[in-house]
């Protein structure tokens, strides 16, 4: 199946920070990427989906100007958490999607995220 | 008000016992995946049913798509301890994956 690698895998920042937090598909083009976010031991959240060259559509309750998304290229989407604080602690998965909606999302192995 | 059920949300067993886990919803999804997830680690995909009551089997692991495809299950035979972790079910909904609450797998030996 194909990859997709998410860097870093950890990252603990002072609250205030930002972090940026990238994902990457390494053997396809990504016309779509996708961020989710998971509380311990519950489901995946999805935060935003991003689109190559496009603005991200973000869930609705999830603030844009919090979490900056943008998708440059069709290998890589970053997501920023702008001034963050101890309630952005979390585990940050992505996906990306090779080609239309029948294709299937490859997940990344995850970022997580403590602010202290 | 979440669209696709799982349950149970925690299941405890012994090695050698067989348990079924179930997504079910009100919704028509195009399709249906499982996936495997381990902690600290992102989900990994087992299967994708797309046809209305489609059975696919992966090893000890039979998977089933409603006929109508709104629900489907994941049964796993003879459990064994590296089956335990947190099995997420997602229907396609348009652009988007729309996943279960998840359901924890303990097997112990």
């Known amino acids: 199946g194909a990859v997709v690698s998410q860097h870093p895998s950890w990252v603990i920042c002072k609250s205030g920070t930002s972090v940026k937090i990238e994902c990457r598909s390494l053997d396809f083009q990504a016309t779509t990427m996708f961020w989710y976010r998971q509380f311990p031991k519950q489901s995946l959240m999805l935060m935003a989906t991003s689109n190559e060259g496009s603005k991200a559509t973000y869930e609705q309750g999830v603030e844009k100007d919090k979490f900056l998304i943008n998708h440059a290229s069709l290998t890589l989407s970053t997501l920023t958490v702008t001034s963050a604080h101890p309630e952005d602690s979390s585990f940050y998965i992505c996906?990306?999607?090779?080609?239309?909606?029948?294709?299937?999302?490859?997940f990344g192995p995850g970022t997580r995220l403590t602010v202290l | 008000t979440q669209l696709l059920e799982q349950s149970p949300q925690f299941l405890s067993i012994q090695e050698g016992e067989n348990l079924t886990v179930y997504c079910n919803s009100s919704s028509v999804f195009s399709s249906l995946q499982w996936y495997r997830q381990e902690p600290g680690e992102g989900p990994v995909l087992l299967v994708t049913?797309?046809?209305?009551?489609e059975v696919k089997k992966l090893k000890r692991l039979t998977f089933q798509f409603g006929d109508a495809r709104k629900d489907s299950s994941l049964h796993i035979t003879a459990a064994q301890p590296g089956d335990t972790g947190l099995y997420l079910c997602?229907?396609?909904?348009?652009?988007?994956?729309?996943f279960g609450a998840g359901t924890i797998l303990r097997v112990k030996s």
């Open positions: 996906s990306a999607r090779e080609g239309g909606l029948a294709g299937e999302q490859f």
């Open positions: 049913v797309v046809t209305g009551g």
């Open positions: 997602a229907g396609a909904r348009g652009n988007k994956l729309v």
